[in-house]
């Protein structure tokens, strides 16, 4: 069984920075596309970044040059650096995973919540 496990998430203060992990776990297969989204309460998800398997990455607008995702195939894990980070940045972030075995399949964690004080 496919699980996706996402850490890094905590309390910081307005301009520091957190690593986000996302771990996948269960699979044969690899990962094709990996995507960060975030959800405040309130408001509906959206989108972080994302990035393929093979580095090309996009970002939404609010968090261009603050925001690093990455992506480390063999260990099948995802990652967000987040520096900069203001209030409006606290939500739940949540990892979305396309991983290829013989079929595509799209996959979800649980999210990690990120809380940034003022």
């Known amino acids: 069984q496919v699980q996706l496990v996402e850490s890094g998430g905590g309390l910081v203060q307005a301009g520091g920075s957190l690593r986000l992990s996302c771990v996948v776990s269960?699979?044969?297969?690899?990962?094709?596309?990996a995507g960060w989204y975030r959800q405040a309460p309130g408001k509906q998800r959206e989108l972080v970044a994302t990035?393929?398997?093979?580095?090309?990455?996009n970002y939404a607008d609010a968090v261009k040059g603050r925001f690093t995702i990455s992506i480390d195939n063999p260990k099948n894990t995802v990652y967000l650096q987040m520096n900069s980070l203001q209030p409006e940045d606290t939500a739940l972030y949540l990892c979305?995973?396309?991983?290829?075995?013989?079929?595509?399949?799209?996959?979800w964690g649980q999210g990690t919540q990120v809380t940034v004080s003022s």
């Open positions: 990035i393929t398997s093979g580095g090309s990455t």
């Open positions: 269960g699979s044969s297969g690899s990962i094709t596309t």
């Open positions: 979305d995973t396309k991983i290829y075995y013989r079929v595509i399949r799209n996959y």
